[in-house]
Each structure stands twice: as structure tokens, then as C-alpha cells.
């Protein structure tokens, strides 16, 4: 067996017994966010709104969730001056505006 397939195999099965004894996978610290922003989402249809998120890196949870959704990455897209060619009725920054040196800017571009 070569050693990538080994790890491969150990790692699939570390997820299964994961899965197998009830483990939770979230990132604990944003349980209650994460659950508090899926209800903003689900009220009145939010889900089906346009939906842009800044800077989502690893986390893809929203894109999921959302139908009309994208993502742009700072500071590649500057949040304080880059626009889209649309517009959205929600925004995602999580974790974000504390990163800019301007997030009031940030916030009214």
C-alpha cells in the first residue's frame, strides 16, 4: 500500500467512526452564530435573496444554503473601493471588517 493511500484510508476512517459516535463537526466557537444567522436566513425567504459574501475562505456553508449567491476574496476585491456590477440584498462579512483599516468605508461602499 503506498503511504498516500494509507493516509486516506486513515483519514476516511476517522470520519466514520466521527459520524458513527454522533460528533459534531462544527466549529464549536460559532455554534449559536451559525445557527442565529441560518434563522435570519430562513425567515421570510431570505434564502432565495441575492447574496454576496466577503472573504468566505474555507467556509462554504452559506453557498449552500443561499440559491443566488457569490463570493468575492479581500483584499483582492478591495471591500472599501471595488463594486460589482450588482447589487444584493444581503451581505456576509463574517469575521472581515475587524481585518480592514477603513471598515466604516468598507461598510458604506
Not at 56 to 72: E, I, K
Not at 75 to 90: G, H, L, M, V
Amino acid at each position: 500500500m503506498t503511504e498516500s493511500l494509507a493516509g486516506t484510508l486513515k483519514s476516511r476512517g476517522k470520519q466514520a467512526a466521527k459520524r458513527l459516535l454522533g460528533y459534531d463537526s462544527r466549529n464549536w466557537l460559532r455554534i449559536r452564530q451559525i445557527e442565529a444567522f441560518s434563522l435570519f436566513l430562513e425567515a421570510s425567504n431570505r434564502k432565495s435573496s441575492d447574496v454576496i459574501e466577503i472573504s468566505p475562505g474555507w467556509n462554504r456553508y452559506w453557498r449552500t444554503m443561499c440559491s443566488n449567491y457569490r463570493s468575492v476574496d479581500f483584499p483582492a476585491f478591495d471591500i472599501c473601493n471595488d463594486r460589482t456590477d450588482e447589487q444584493y440584498s444581503i451581505v456576509i462579512a463574517d469575521q472581515v471588517l475587524e481585518h480592514v483599516q477603513r471598515p466604516q468605508a468598507a461598510v458604506r461602499n
